[in-house]
Every structure is written in C-alpha cells, then in structure tokens.
C-alpha cells in the first residue's frame, strides 16, 4: 500500500465531505436560527467535525460516488517495461543471476520466458503525491506548531503579570457561584491590569484571569458565572478540538469560516446558559458587562476564552439576551430531529476508506522451514509444488511457492536489519513484476518476525537458577566475530535447536546448540574455530559458572574492522553488548579513553558495562574509585566499589576508603561502603563512632547491624535538640494533626527552609496555612547564625517548586502538560516509586519519556530490604531488556546527582523501570526526576 497516496485520499475525501456539510449548514442557518436553541446550533457543529476527522463511510456513500477512488489501484500491478504480466498459467519472469537473486532450481510446467530486458527504474523516493503529501504534513505541522507556541507565549505574558486574589469575599463569592453553575473542581482568581477581557484558563487547572477586581458586584457576578459555565461546558476542549480540525484541514477555507462559526455559537450557547438563571434587572446587568468589557479593549489576547471577542458580535449578543426563549416539548423535539438529520447526512456523504491489505506476514500462507530455508505456500501450492533441495545463502532463504512456479529472495548475511534487506529486494523484484504486493507484504512480515525474535531465548530452556549452573549469557568478540552466547540451557532444549559438536583443545567434545539463523556461521571453518577458542576461554575464566550446553544467539562478522572501529560503530548505533565486546579487545589506553568519556559525561550505564569488560589485574578500577571518592560521584563510587568486590571482596581499599570517608565526613559514600562490610567489620565501625560520638555514622551503622534500639532515642534526642535551638532564636515547633507547623513572631510559617553552608537542607516545610516565610542561616559549625525572613520572589519559586507536579494522576502530565503549563522555562517530572514488595528478577515500568540530548535524571530510591536494585531506561517493547540507558545498580540505596542524557544515545522514547537484580526488594520508596532541558 502507498501509504501516502492513500492518506492524501483519505484527507481531501473528508474534507470534501465536511465541506458538504458545513455549506449545508451555512445554507439552513436563516431557518435554524430562532427555531433551536443556541446550544443545539453549537453541538451541531459537533457533527461536521466528526465528518472531517473520522473515515467512517457507508458501502454507497456521495463522496465515494463523485471520487470513485475504490477502484483505483494503489500500486504498480503490471510489470514495468516489456516485463510480461503475471497470471497463474505463466511462470513469473526471473531476474538475471546475482548474489542476491537466483533463478529458478528446477524447471516449472510451464515454459519459461527469457529474462526481463534491463528498464530504467522508476524514481520511487519523489512524485507529485509524495510532493502533494509533504506539502500537506509541513503545513499542518507549521500550523500546529504555531498554534501552540502562541497559545504558550500568551499563557507566559499572563503568569509574568497575574497576581492571585486573596480577598476573602471575592473568593467566598467565587466559590457560592461555582456552586450554582455546578462547577465541582476548585477555581483560582487572578488579575491581570493588561488583559482585554476576562479569560478562562486552563483545562485541569481552572483559573479565571480579571482584568480588575474594582468592578461592580452586578458586573462582576456576571463575569464570573461566564467563565464558570465556559468550564463547565468543558468548552476549552471543543476549541481545541476545532484547532486540531483546523490543522489537519489548513488548506480549506470553509473550515476556517467553521471555526469561526463555533467560536459566535459557543458565545451565544454560554449567553443563553447563563442568562436562563437571570431576572429582566439581570440580563441588562449582563448586558452592561459585555459593552465594559468592550469599552476595555486592547492589551493580550490569546487563544483563552474571553469573555468578549469582537463587536461584530456584541449586537447579536446582546439581541439575544433579550430575547431569550423559554425552551419547550417543541423546541428539543426540533432540537433531536435537527441532530439526527446532520448525522444521517454526514453519513450519506461518506468518505473514503483504504481498501484492506494484508498487514505484513497476515497474507493467507502455509510456511514451512528447513534447513534455514522459509518456503511460503501462496495461492493454493502444496509440497508437490515445492522445489527439490536447497539451502540458506547467509542466515536465511525465502522461497515463495505457487502451484506453477516460485520465487526466491536469498543472500542475507544477518537478521540485523533483515526487514530492510528483504524490503528492498522486494521493491526490486515487485518492480521487475517477479513477484506481487501481497507476496512481498508476506515476506517482508516474515523477516519482522525473524529479526525480532532472532536473539530472544525463550525461558523454557534457560536453566534453573536453584540449580549449581543457571543460565548466563554475554556477547564476545573473538577472532573476526562478535558472538552472542548463552550457556547452560536446560538439558530439554536440545528438542528446540540444531546443534553442532566442536571439540576443544584440551580434546574435550561439546555439543554447540545454535538459533536458525547461525546456521551458515555453524558450518563455516573460521567461525567453529573462533567460536572454539571461546569457548575454550570461557572455561578457564568462567570458573563460577562454565560452559555447559551453550547456546549460540547470534553472530556477526567483524568484516576485517578493528576493535577501535567496532567500538566506536556499536557506541553510536546504541548497542551496549556489541560494545562491550569490543572494549574488551581495546589496550588500556583505548579502554582508559573510553572510560574518562564516560565518567565525565555521567553516562553510568555504559561506565558499569565497560568496568566490567576489564581485564583481571587492571589497575583502571582502582583510579576510577579514587576519583569518584575524590570527586563526591556516589553513583560512580558505588559501580567502583561494586566491581572490585566482584573480583576481590577482601580488598585492602574497603578499608581505605572506610577511613578516607569516616575521616571526611563523607556519609553518603561510607553508608555505600558499609554494604560491602562484613559483620565483623561493622560493628567494629560501630562502636568506634558511639566513642567518637558521629551520631550520623552511628544511626547508618546501627541499622545496617540491626542494632538499632539506640537509634529510636537518638533521633528523639536530636528532635527535641532542634526544638530547644529553634526555640532560642524565636522559632517555635509544634504539632497540628499529627504535622509538624512552624510559629514565628506569633505567625504561622508558610515556608521554612534550613540549611547547611553547603546548601545542604536541614529541614525544608511548606504549609499551606501559613502567612509568613522564614530561612534559618547557619555558620560553617552548622550552628544557627540568624534567622531572616525571604523575599516574595523567593518564598513563590520555593512553593512552586514544591507545588508544581502535584497531580492526581501521572497520565495527566502526558496528555495535558502541553495546555497548561510553559516548556519555556523547562518542565520537570517526579515519579514517585513505592512499593511494598518487588519480586526478584523481575521489572517495575514507571512510565514513558520522550528523552534527548540535555535532558537530566536524578535517582532517589531505597528499599528496606533485599539484595540489588536497578534503574534505568529501556526502549519500548522490551519486556527484559539487553540494552540498557542510564541505568544505576546499587545495594538498597540508589541516590544519584544529575546524569546528563548525551551521545551516544540517541534522542527517542524511553520506559523508566526499577528492577530487582538479586532477590526481593521490598518497602522500596523513593522518586526519580526527569528534567527536560531547557529550550
């Protein structure tokens, strides 16, 4: 299917067909407009926008009839040229000999004709409806584009000017008209001196923006019920809706009159809805407000709803609310019947659909495999029909098999991009007439399947973890191959895989099972050989967990590249495992560069890869170690610590950096280290801070000991510390509902931020409640050296930073974000992580992120109990994924300072997860921040 031809088709059939009905409308409106109320007159613009953004149609429909585009064809169905056409009495021509394409091994029924003579190929990357569709999307994404950064821009001036209300009778009467309009949702109340007009805002958010508060209570009454029964009416969201008709239809006028036809009936609707509530004194009062809100044009408008547009539509306005009509039995029965018509001329009118095409690998066909060849039995062929013999050039063969003839797609060298290849070969032998659409759309769905499930092992054949050997698997890079190899399959998978006997050096025999596709790489000479030397290495250095029954994922020639060449190809192309295997072969002045990149760039995941790729007696670790302590990296510090456990769990430096740390005050860093203390070791450290009275080390060792009676005291003994030392500097602390609330000078403290030097917090709180900001200043002994009250400017940035993600449900930042908030100034999103158990091995998905470059993470994630935990982000569609991007391992702390998103990975869509590496983590708490970078 040509996607955009048929998409263009789709586009200009509604638009033609919504056309039709807005002109209709156009043409009945004199006979509607004293006949219906004006909400219906609204809502029936419902339909007609339904008409242009839904290809629903029925089997006869008008547009289908004047555009009879059903029978078109949608791609080439002759051959170009002087190629033969293809029918099912006539084998199908075949393509001169190639590497890629070979004729036919055994002569067909049917004679066979003389090769196709050698056509030019059409351009298939340019025509005029490729052209027609380009100029299409660039207009509607120009549109959109401008529509919301306009919409931004305006919601930026407003927030820079506001001022919120917080005169309690304005607000008490805000809240008494929310109630009658039955507005349910919490309102805000601003002023702006600079707005034109009163202005609703915000979707999820609702706040009503007045130009003044000094209006009379008739008027001001009457401004406010308007914009509450805008949002009630949920009428933000129609005009966005519209905006979106407007964009994908940009290049019809009559839906641009349309719109502005929604906008004076959805003035009009809200008029009557309010003005029904009304006295003859209160619909003049309401009349008054619109002509001051007139008289007060000028200053911002934006894509709000205000309360007064333009005086073209003052006088209809202000007719109609004199005229209001009581509604009756007659009036909603003209209403229904109006409603009812539209639609059943919306569906008369019709559109155009896509003809059904078989979704890729969905066509009707028996595949059978063998021997890494793929027969597909189209069109009614059996086995009688299937060519004798034969075998896989490359990874894998494609032969399609008719009653009189068949078809082969052959030469791929491996399942990494095999849909592309097979792609363009199919575009080749569909140009040439060789095979159909409908063949090619089967084995290009074909090749999905292949290349998506060419490296999955599936879990029934991996071993037992309760067993001595479970299942492990790694990439390497031996000899002039990259081989993906898992080991210690179940003794059962042998049923699911070919296998192959390689004898080791040491004249030991061993079975290699292997997937389809390793296939030709398994009988070839110098991939056995490397793959035997391997295997022979993984023995002596594998001593935890040898080689028994490997299993072969994957393998892929290196083509003659140098490991520097493949590090740097795998590292751009985002695929850790190939890197790493790499790395492995690079010198140490080669791994040590592509260490400092990633140390200095934050990139942890790919540090941690690379880390341990090192080889035994590498001195790289333990300088990588001492610049994270240095540098105050916890993130770093820990993978450090964690690799050179894993290769020495004695080592001298645990007690090194102990010392270094507990000397330094560093607590972060030695509660890392204390995961990798014995028992022995830590109440030895114990009792050396209760001597040396660190409390902190104290409370950090006691309960990683257990030991954690004195704990409960020392806090209490340090909260009634605090208590006593605010109360000398006229801070009193105390508690309402269970909260802890700051009094000073008598006043309830709104915000209270204490803090170390360092810019450290010793305490930050926020209360609502409260009418007064208060920092408390401390000296480099961390005693309190003033107490001060903050600016407005600086108490509001702390509240909002506070305040900003809070909302009921995460979905909401995703889908509404964009109405209601300024990217401008950045946008910052907090997952928060709680879960009382996480089982072992298994993945938390904490949501989706566009990620690019600049964008940041913060982790901040502990759990009670367990062995490891990971976060990080995968790629979507990855249930268990090989590849991981920014991902942090650690004991049951992972707290991390800002990780920069950089190259090599790639800008796109990424799921945030939480994995449970070793065993159960449970009482897992904690948030992780995703900074979007400032643009």
Known sequence: MNVPIELMKVLLSLSLSGSLLILLLLLCRPLLRNRLSRRCQYYLWLVVVARLLLPFALETNLVGTLLPWNGLPTAPSAPPGNAPPVSASAPLPEMDPSPNMFQPEHETTAPVRSPVPSTPEPNRWFSPERLAF???????????????????????????????????????????????????????????????????????????????????????????????????????????????VLCVHWFNPLVHWMAGEINRACELACDEAVIRSLDVQGRRDYG?????????????????????????????????????????????????????????????????????????????????????????????ADESDRPS???????????????????????????????????????????????????????????????????????????????????TQNTYYQGDFIFELGWNVRESSKDSYEGVALTLPDGTELTVLYNSDCWTWMRNQ????????????????????PPVRPLVVSVVPANGKTPEELARQYAEAGN??????????????????????FYNHGQAAYFAASLARLPEGSPLIAEYLENACNDGQTALFSICLEELTDRDENSPLLDRYAEQT??????????????????????????????????????ALSDKTGKDEWLDAWKAAEYAERVEEYRAHGIILGTILTNDTYFYQGQRVRVFLDSRPDSSLVTLDYDAQGTVDVRVVRDEDENIASVELMTAAEAKEIIRELTEDDWDDDWEDDVWDWLDSDPIDGDEHVVYAQYDRIPAGEYVWLGTFYMEEGDQVRYHVTAESGQRMEAGFARP????????????????????????????????????????????????????VVTKAKI
Request: charged share 20%; aromatic share 10%; glycine share 8%.
């Open 134 to 244: 380009a100029v299409w999307a660039l207009g509607a994404l120009g549109l959109f584009t401008w529509k919301v950064t306009a919409y931004q821009s305006f919601l930026r001036r407003v927030r820079k000017g506001w001022k919120e209300v917080s005169d309690p009778a304005l607000l008490d009467l805000l809240a008494r008209l929310g109630a009658e309009a039955g507005v349910d949702a919490p309102v805000g109340l601003y002023v702006h001196p600079a707005l034109f007009s009163p202005v609703l805002l915000g979707v999820l958010k609702p706040r009503i923006v007045l130009p003044a508060t000094d209006l009379p209570e008739a008027e001001l009454r009457c401004t406010l019920l308007h914009e509450l029964t805008h949002y009630r009416r949920s009428d933000m969201l129609y005009k966005w809706l519209v905006q979106a």
């Open 877 to 928: 569609g990855e249930g268990n994924p090989d590849v991981r991007y920014y991902s942090v391992t650690s004991g049951l702390e992972i707290n991390t300072g800002a990780l920069t998103w950089r190259s090599p990975a790639e800008s796109g869509e990424y799921r945030l997860f939480l994995h449970a590496v070793d065993g159960n983590l449970t009482g897992v708490d904690g948030y992780i």
């Open 288 to 380: 008054d407000t619109l002509l001051h809100a007139m008289e007060a044009g000028g200053g911002y408008r934006g894509s709000a709803l205000p309360l007064y547009h333009s005086k073209s539509q003052l006088k209809e306005r202000l007719g109609a609310i004199m005229k209001v009509h009581t509604p009756t039995p007659l009036t909603a029965i003209s209403s229904l019947a109006a409603v009812l018509l539209l639609v059943i001329c919306a569906a008369a009118a019709g559109a155009y659909v896509a003809p059904d095409s078989p979704a890729p690998g969905r066509a009707e066909a028996q595949i059978v495999e063998e021997s890494g060849v793929y027969y597909l039995f189209v069109n009614g």
């Open 389 to 471: 013999g034969g075998m896989a050039d490359g990874v894998v063969k494609f032969v399609l098999v008719r009653p009189d003839s068949y078809a082969t797609l052959s030469g791929f060298d491996s399942t990494d991009g095999l849909a592309d290849q097979v792609a363009e070969q199919c575009r080749l032998m569909t140009a040439q007439g060789t095979i159909s659409q409908e063949e090619a759309e089967l084995v290009i769905g074909l090749a999905h399947q292949l290349q998506t499930d060419s490296s999955a092992v599936p879990d029934s054949v991996k071993g037992d973890p309760l067993y001595e050997h479970f299942y």
């Open 526 to 545: 110098e991939a056995r050989d490397a793959l035997t030397g391997l295997l022979a290495q993984l023995r002596t250095e594998q001593s935890d967990f």
């Open 662 to 699: 507990y000397a330094s005050g560093e607590i972060a860093l030695f509660t890392i280290l204390s995961e990798y203390m014995s028992q022995e070791a830590l109440e030895r450290w114990l009792g050396r801070a209760e001597a040396d009275g660190r409390s902190n080390f104290r409370a």
């Open 576 to 597: 850790m495992p190939r890197f790493t295997a790499a790395f492995s072969k690079l010198d140490e002045n080669g791994q040590q560069s592509w260490l400092d990149r």
